[in-house]
């Protein structure tokens, strides 16, 4: 990116992670998501730059994952085995990582969380549901805002039922329906239990009339 370039219209919506407000534009015409780490260049940047408009960072290597329980929580191991959530380190921190895999339960993104309650988006987690990799349809679904959300109805329910989680927050919820449309008619039901503050609210609005009439419940 040319630093020299000046924000021209900052937070702005990511349509690559769903954030409402982490994207900035630069008076030189490329964007630049501090929450995904998504650079789009401008038709004036150099021709040398990488072809890709995405350059990603690598997921954190498996040897430097470990399954624990999040006893503070109250979620055992056994439910962060079954969904992929685990502890990790990251650039010399521990951290929670919920690993994104794809329909072939191969890798493809991770989702971190700090002590501080920050989070960090690598590799391709903005178009799939945490947990979808679990399920191929079935009777009932239920949708949880987050990760850890999710890995807690999940347990209540003796990990039994198919619960899965927005990739990031209810602002990705639209987005996401419309990627994962032909998964999600897969089920009779699909429960969504988002938060009861303004965001999940919104999040439960955006998504009403994408499923099949009487699919969907709050």
């Known amino acids: 990116?040319?630093?020299?370039?000046?924000?021209?219209?900052?937070?702005?919506?990511?349509?690559?992670?769903?954030?409402s407000d982490a994207l900035s534009v630069y008076s030189d015409g490329h964007t630049f998501c501090f929450s995904c780490q998504t650079h789009t260049p401008s038709g004036e940047e150099s021709s040398e730059a990488p072809s890709t408009s995405k350059k990603k960072e690598d997921l954190i290597p498996k040897d430097l994952l470990t399954i624990s329980p999040l006893k503070k929580r109250g979620i055992t191991s056994k439910t962060c085995e079954k969904y992929g959530y685990f502890i990790g380190d990251y650039k010399g921190k521990t951290v929670q990582v919920a690993v994104y895999y794809d329909e072939l339960q191969e890798p493809i993104g991770q989702k971190i969380r700090t002590a501080d309650k920050t989070f960090k988006s690598i590799g391709q987690v903005s178009s799939r549901f945490f947990g979808q990799h679990l399920f191929s349809g079935g009777k009932k679904l239920v949708i949880t805002e987050g990760e850890i959300d999710c890995l807690t109805v999940s347990q209540v329910q003796g990990n039994k039922y198919p619960v899965v989680s927005l990739p990031l927050g209810a602002?990705?919820?639209?987005?996401?329906?419309?990627?994962?449309?032909?998964?999600?008619?897969?089920?009779?039901?699909?429960?969504?239990?988002?938060?009861?503050?303004?965001?999940?609210?919104?999040g439960v609005e955006s998504v009403l009339g994408l499923l099949s009439p009487n699919k969907l419940k709050i």
Not at 173 to 178: D, G, L, N
Not at 188 to 196: A, G, K, S, T
């Open 1 to 19: 990116m040319d630093s020299s370039s000046e924000v021209i219209r900052p937070h702005q919506s990511c349509s690559d992670c769903g954030s």
């Open 171 to 202: 602002s990705s919820a639209k987005k996401t329906f419309k990627a994962q449309h032909k998964w999600l008619e897969g089920f009779e039901e699909v429960i969504l239990m988002f938060d009861m503050d303004k965001a999940g609210q919104e």
